[in-house]
């Protein structure tokens, strides 16, 4: 089993033994492309997680867009029964107002009767009220 080097280690063996050189510049070349090659693996699956994130973003924001029309429409709905319902209101209260008004006038027409004959009574207990003293006057007499 071969046993990894790192780049320090590397260095420090080809510092030691200068003879060798062409073959660790190979080795360190082929160390730079793994190197670059285990970033380029690195940053793939990191772009890979990005892209599989957005996507899922994308789809929330789809399902949320639905769910938003959905609540739209179903306010819509409910401002235009809630405004039925003021007009119907509005409706009964005028009508209320109309049949009040009729029983107002109708009041009204019986307290000027009352009135009326409250004033022939009043008159006629006057009226009597004069006779019966001129009766006790000349009955005393």
């Known amino acids: 089993m071969e046993k990894e080097i790192s780049s320090t280690e590397l260095l420090m063996m080809r510092g030691r033994s200068s003879a060798k050189s062409s073959a660790w510049n190979s080795i360190e070349k082929n160390l730079r492309v793994y190197e670059e090659e285990a970033k380029t693996v690195h940053w793939h699956d990191e772009v890979e997680k990005r892209d599989r994130e957005l996507d899922e973003l994308k789809s929330q924001l789809a ?19 809630l405004a039925q319902g003021e007009m119907k209101d509005k409706a009964e209260v005028l009508m209320q107002l109309e049949e009040l008004t009729v029983v107002k006038d109708e009041l009204t027409q019986q307290v000027v009767q009352l009135h ?4 022939q009574e009043r008159s006629k207990v006057h009226q009597l009220t004069g006779e019966l003293q001129k009766q006790q006057k000349h009955g005393k007499k």
């Open 63 to 81: 399902t949320l867009k639905e769910e938003f029309t959905a609540v739209k429409k179903r306010n819509k709905q409910l401002c235009f029964i």
């Open 116 to 119: 009326g004959s409250l004033e």
